[in-house]
């Protein structure tokens, strides 16, 4: 059976990951991989952590989606993938990979993803979180440094320097590729109905 592809872009810390458990909990599936775009950022082993700190990882060049789309083909293909993990604190592609198997719905979520006409083509859904900009800087400074490691001041500069700028060049632009686009400042119950449906749908037909 061919798996359902989803992919899941939107703002940083639009909530994407909210939205997609929220599909998850409607879908009752146990067979689902969920593939973060964030862990093929490209590997950085040959400069240093101060250089690395630096890096634009809101432009689409700093994402290796070569191989992202490599292993889409392998999961479609029936076959495991060795996903890499990537290193948020060291801002580096960890050591460590991940044996990902083939299932019925692979969902791709990540700021970037609808960027690449091969992702979007490979995918069966496509959306896009939406949220307010400030409500997701306020989020973003919470979560980077609760989770990732980083001070307020690296988070504003990072945000004014490459985030803001980025987001308007190059995330937000992609909505217009997205099937469904979710509000995730109110209620966007009918949305995710509307979608765990078509989802239901399309495996149905290929079952
Ligand atoms: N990023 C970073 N440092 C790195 C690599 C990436 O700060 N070394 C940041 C990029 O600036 C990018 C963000 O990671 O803006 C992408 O992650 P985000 O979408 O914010 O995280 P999710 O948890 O997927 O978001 P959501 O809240 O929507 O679920």
Do not use: C
């Amino acid at each position: 059976m061919k798996p359902v592809i989803i992919a899941v872009a939107g703002g940083s810390a639009s909530g994407k990951t909210t939205v997609v458990n929220e599909i998850l909990g409607k879908l009752d599936l146990k067979s689902v991989a969920i593939i973060k775009h964030d862990d093929y950022y490209k590997a950085q082993h040959n400069i240093t952590l101060e250089e690395r700190t630096h890096v634009n990882y809101d432009h689409p060049s700093s994402l290796d989606n070569d191989l992202l789309v490599e292993h889409i083909r392998t999961l479609l293909s029936g076959k495991p993938i060795s996903k890499p993990i990537y290193d948020f604190e060291n801002y580096d592609r960890s050591s460590k990979t991940e044996i990902v198997e083939p299932k019925k719905v692979i969902i791709l979520e990540g700021i970037l993803i609808l960027t690449d006409e091969r992702i979007r083509q490979l995918s069966n859904i496509k959306l896009f979180v939406e949220l307010d900009d400030d409500t997701r800087f306020i989020r973003r400074l919470q979560r980077d440094i609760k989770e990732r490691g980083r001070s307020v001041d690296s988070v504003i500069n990072q945000y004014l320097n490459t985030v803001k700028p980025m987001h308007h060049k190059y995330v937000k632009p992609t909505k217009r590729y997205a099937d469904v686009i979710i509000p995730n400042d109110y209620n966007h119950g009918v949305a995710v109905d509307i979608i765990v449906s078509r989802i239901q749908k399309i495996l149905e037909e290929t079952e």
